[in-house]
């Protein structure tokens, strides 16, 4: 019967088939995008909770009460609103069950939030500290669970979507070789080089959340999505059909000629203000050949990094304030015996020389408990008062003073303020001890001879000008204001202050400040200018 119908009726016929499964697969296609575009929302929303959680915790310890409401009016938000939508029998195991009840944890966390908020209970701050990881882990769950469902969802289009490639593909075969071959064989080449174009155009997920750049087998670049632009500063006229790759990933080469190309990697990527930044990065090829089509997806993880960073400075300090706590406990009846001991001693005895070893002794005792008194204060939870910068250096220097005698290092003062700002004493003196700490370590490295610092403080007409100067030799970075960028740092040793970031950010934010750095003479000099 087949056989008897006309060139034109088959190839009306065949293209009516073809004109159903495209209708098809169009139909399955928008649904799966929907799918996905939802599925992506729950599983940003999920991701979201696990940041405005270290969120919450990092304002809570550090007393930021403006921005914590708006973090526990987030983290509400998002719950009632994952919790609102249909779950899976997982999910809702996870959020209701008896294991680990992700809806009680959530909302207990977020009462003991607000009670701190209102009421600045330390209970309430306690119960947020100590939980935050807890409830981080199981965030992350959920944040698994949403991305599994997402995939069975994707998987399970996907295989529809086969089904109807199947029934494309046995449909072009059939019309090419009963209706195309024996018409056109130009019309099989053009074939063939549409189905090579759906094949690279399928490579691109312009939707997608990370960057997607396609390279060709001369690593020109084909594609630049959206997310690429956002997160390099490039439009798509200015990178497409260009070798500019290795400008955005300077180390592109390297990983290219890896023997691990598909190995995700964390490099250093650069956009067009010629700012660097860390990126999660992994290549796959299309098709067997991976010199046809190279597909990078890209992952800016600078905020990841920096709430990283956030978490290990809390912690840092916690353990810090933490081992001071319980030495102070373990050191302070041994030592208030032992005053009591010289005190009876020199009641006791007549002797002049051991009466004064006593009193020898009674001042180092005196000393001893005076140091353990500054470490608590210097680690110490406050609030933000008025105050005058002086309380922060001194400070600050009662915990390096026996550092600066053990290097021999010549400290200098400058002191004439007398006026007060407002804000918190102890971030101030962490930010000061930070840059006497680095310059120590840099003496030390370049074993300066005849090393010393100098601390000038003065008043101006609209700000109090504190300046830190030392011989060390300078800062041998260009260029210098990348000293306080936040993954700029080289240091593997550890330190009991603060970064440069950090330190720039709280001069900035809480006492809307400025920091810069300059090499003078033969040295470094840090000024500080506080608004009155």
Not at 80 to 100: A, F, P, V
Not at 305 to 311: E, P, Q, R, V
Not at 400 to 416: G, P, R
């Amino acid at each position: 019967m087949f056989e008897r119908l006309s060139f034109t009726k088959k190839y009306i016929l065949a293209l009516t088939i073809i004109a159903c499964l495209s209708i098809l697969a169009y139909f399955n296609l928008t649904k799966l995008l929907s799918l996905q575009e939802n599925d992506t929302k729950l599983v940003n929303i999920s991701g979201v909770q696990k940041i405005v959680a270290r969120e919450i915790a990092f304002f809570a310890i550090y007393y930021k009460i403006s921005k914590l409401k708006l973090k526990i009016k987030e983290i509400e938000d998002n719950h009632n609103k994952l919790t609102s939508l249909d779950m899976s029998e997982e999910l809702h195991n996870l959020y209701y069950g008896k294991d680990i009840n992700l809806d009680q944890e959530v909302k207990k966390y977020i009462k003991n939030a607000k009670i701190f908020y209102d009421h600045r209970d330390g209970q309430a701050q306690n119960y947020v500290l100590k939980n935050s990881e807890k409830l981080l882990e199981d965030l992350q769950k959920a944040v698994n669970l949403y991305l599994s469902e997402a995939q069975a969802n994707t998987n399970k289009l996907k295989r529809v979507e086969l089904y109807i490639l199947i029934l494309t593909l046995t449909t072009l075969l059939f019309e090419a070789l009963f209706i195309f071959m024996p018409a056109n064989k130009k019309i099989n080449k053009r074939t063939s080089d549409l189905i090579r174009e759906k094949e690279f155009s399928n490579a691109v997920i312009e939707s997608s959340t990370n960057a997607i750049i396609t390279l060709n087998s001369n690593l020109k670049i084909r594609t630049f999505n959206k997310e690429a632009e956002e997160i390099f500063k490039y439009t798509k006229d200015e990178m497409l059909n260009k070798s500019l790759f290795k400008k955005l990933i300077p180390s592109q080469q390297n990983i290219l000629n890896s023997k691990n190309i598909k190995e995700v990697k964390e490099v250093e990527a650069v956009n067009k203000n010629g700012d660097r930044f860390p990126v999660r990065i992994s290549f796959g090829t299309s098709g067997e050949n991976k010199e046809i089509a190279i597909v990078a997806n890209i992952q800016d993880i600078s905020k990841e990094k920096l709430n990283d960073k956030i978490l290990e400075q809390q912690s840092k300090f916690a353990a810090l304030g933490e081992m001071i706590a319980i030495i102070a406990h373990q050191w302070r009846q041994p030592l208030a015996q032992l005053s009591f001991n010289c005190m009876y001693i020199k009641k006791k005895t007549k002797d002049p020389e051991i009466a004064k070893e006593a009193l020898d002794n009674e001042e180092i005792i005196q000393f001893m408990s005076k140091t353990i008194t500054n470490f608590q204060d210097f680690y110490k939870q406050t609030g933000n008062i008025t105050f005058n910068p002086i309380i922060s250096i001194e400070q600050a220097l009662k915990i390096v003073d026996s550092i600066l005698e053990l290097n021999q290092v010549e400290l200098k003062k400058e002191i004439d303020s007398k006026i007060e700002i407002y804000g918190n004493s102890n971030s101030l003196a962490h930010i000061v001890l930070s840059i006497i700490q680095n310059s120590i370590e840099i003496i030390k490295l370049n074993k300066i001879k005849k090393p010393s610092i100098t601390i000038i403080l003065k008043d101006s007409k609209e700000y109090i000008y504190l300046s830190i100067l030392d011989n060390a030799g300078g800062i041998k970075i260009q260029p210098i204001e990348d000293i306080f960028e936040l993954f700029n740092s080289k240091k593997e040793k550890s330190s009991t202050g603060i970064g440069l970031y950090m330190s720039k950010m709280i001069i900035k934010k809480q006492f809307k400040g400025t920091i810069k750095v300059d090499n003078i003479n033969d040295g470094a000099q840090f000024t500080i200018l506080l608004p009155h």
